[in-house]
């Protein structure tokens, strides 16, 4: 008997756990970023991410379009410390006890980043060649996310790793560490005084303007990866400044009919048309300079009569299916930041004011990067495959307001070994439940039975020793096999960004 209440105990404990987790549900995960700000076209925040096994820390410039995470390994400094250093930190993928390499030899990493933009004549692209494999990586306070896409760097021209969001978002929600796959990003300004957020599973309400959000359906490209893509309708500059948004000088658009861009934060630069770009940079006082660089900036004329212009200026973005009236539902983002050393052409001592535009050939490949995103609150879904972009509210000082995006619980994945901790479904919570309860009932119809049979026994004769050495005792184990396999059915619960446009 007391073997048997030992077991009805450990069963009771079981279910007190499985009860106990029924409530416990995916939270959000918000990424921290250093201290540093890194870049010499600007100084971007870089979030903070641990790869492998033991942990390796490395600094991350966020990209929103990869689908991998991409540190750079010593071998993209030469292993010199003050290059690795100022680079964001290395991740030696070899030091790692549970790197799976992918592909045996370098290969190109960073196809999906700027692909096709076209300049001069010359096609641009960020060129990034390393291993690529899988490894464990934390992030957003959370530990040992498992099997996510790395590539570790060995050439490249980008100064930090990259943070690819879409492989990374999608493993944690897979392994019950997020309520959805979706994310929410701004990358704050260089100057401290909006400092940068990346939310993995929901968003934060405080950050944006009220109503100022448009929404959009990401769009596949050929390799079938859902990517950020939007018309703009009209663009304008605003040179008497946003603080009256009846006050827009420009009557005309920039642009003669919609033109498709690319949302991309892997790069710092919005890439669009010369005739664009160039009618831009005499506005407000830049010039284009071939000898910064190596390709070439729109470097500001501190001389020229409208420079002054610069201050109170701000571009107008008005995207398709945001409204009729491009004054009311516009984005507006301020257009300079700082050239700094190693650019080339760059005095160390002298960091360049510059416009962060860039002309392209091919007015299809049109890109808005990193200068654009300042000032813009994007987040995403990959459960909907939907996207959408907020004005950043610069005068806000209330506290953070998160909001948990939901969406249906995800198939168990196979424990690995060790056994992790990922949380059970709704689902199998309940047919574990089901499966104790049953098994309570059988052990006491079982011990019911065997005190009947007692009773009755006690009522015969007493056998004979021959007939008493033919009585074996049983000792068999009656139990129920518990399975986790009925997920699935459960009810959408998503909570769908709805928003409305005002802008600024």
Excluded at 8 to 34: E, Y
Excluded at 84 to 111: C, F, K, M, V
Excluded at 315 to 344: M, Y
Excluded at 479 to 486: C, F, G, H, I, Q
Aim: charge should be neutral; hydrophobic fraction near 40%.
């Amino acid at each position: 008997m007391r073997r048997t209440f030992t077991t009805f105990a450990g069963f009771a404990a079981l279910a007190a756990a499985v009860a106990q987790q029924a409530s416990s549900v995916p939270d959000i995960a918000i990424a921290q970023f250093g201290q540093t700000w890194y870049g010499p076209d600007g100084p971007w925040s870089a979030a903070e991410v641990e790869v492998g096994t033991p942990p390796q820390k490395v600094y991350l410039t966020v990209a929103t379009l990869q689908d991998t995470i991409l540190p750079i390994t010593p071998d993209a400094c030469n292993g010199i410390k003050a290059c690795i250093d100022g680079r964001g930190s290395a991740y030696n993928q070899t030091s790692s006890s549970t790197w799976t390499p992918t592909a045996d030899r370098d290969t190109e990493l960073g196809a999906d980043m700027s692909a096709g933009v076209i300049v001069n004549g010359q096609a641009y692209g960020i060129e990034v060649r390393g291993v690529p494999g899988q490894d464990t990586v934390s992030i957003g306070g959370i530990p040992g996310i498992r099997n996510v896409s790395v590539g570790a760097i060995r050439s490249t021209r980008i100064n930090n790793g990259l943070l690819g969001l879409r492989n990374v978002t999608q493993q944690m929600y897979r392994q019950r560490l997020i309520p959805s796959p979706s994310w929410a990003y701004n990358t704050g300004s260089g100057d401290g005084l909006r400092l940068p957020q990346l939310v993995f599973g929901g968003y934060d309400r405080s950050k944006y303007l009220p109503g100022s959000v448009q929404n959009h359906t990401m769009i596949p490209v050929d390799n079938g990866r859902p990517t950020m893509k939007a018309t703009l309708d009209y663009f304008f500059l605003n040179i008497t400044g946003p603080t009256d948004r009846r006050s827009f000088k420009t009557n005309s658009s920039l642009i003669d009919g919609p033109l498709e861009v690319t949302i991309d934060s892997s790069t710092p630069y919005c890439w669009l048309p010369r005739p664009i770009t160039d009618k831009i940079a005499q506005s407000v006082g830049a010039v284009w300079n071939e000898s910064i660089g190596g390709s070439g900036y729109y470097v500001y004329n501190l001389s020229a009569p409208a420079y002054k212009n610069l201050e109170t200026s701000t571009l107008a973005f008005h995207f398709n299916g945001t409204g009729d009236s491009w004054l009311f539902n516009s984005i507006t983002v301020s257009h300079w930041l700082f050239l700094a050393a190693p650019t080339e052409g760059v005095d160390p001592a002298s960091p360049l004011r510059y416009l962060p535009l860039r002309p392209v050939d091919n007015a299809s490949r049109s890109v808005l990067g990193r200068a654009f995103l300042q000032q813009i609150y994007l987040t995403a879904n990959y459960y909907t495959n939907t996207f959408s972009m907020a004005q950043i509210d610069l005068d806000s000082q209330s506290a953070a307001q998160y909001v948990r995006v939901e969406a249906p619980v995800p198939p168990a994945l196979p424990s690995p070994s060790p056994p992790s901790s990922n949380k059970l479904s709704d689902g199998a919570i309940a047919g574990i439940a089901i499966g104790v309860v049953a098994f309570v009932a059988i052990i006491l119809g079982l011990l019911f039975w065997q005190a009947k049979k007692r009773r009755k026994a006690a009522d015969q004769p007493v056998p004979t020793p021959p007939d008493a050495d033919k009585v074996y005792p049983k000792n068999g184990v009656y139990y129920r096999e518990l399975s986790a396999d009925a997920l699935g059915g459960q009810g959408r619960m998503f909570i769908d960004l709805l928003f409305y446009i005002l802008g600024q």
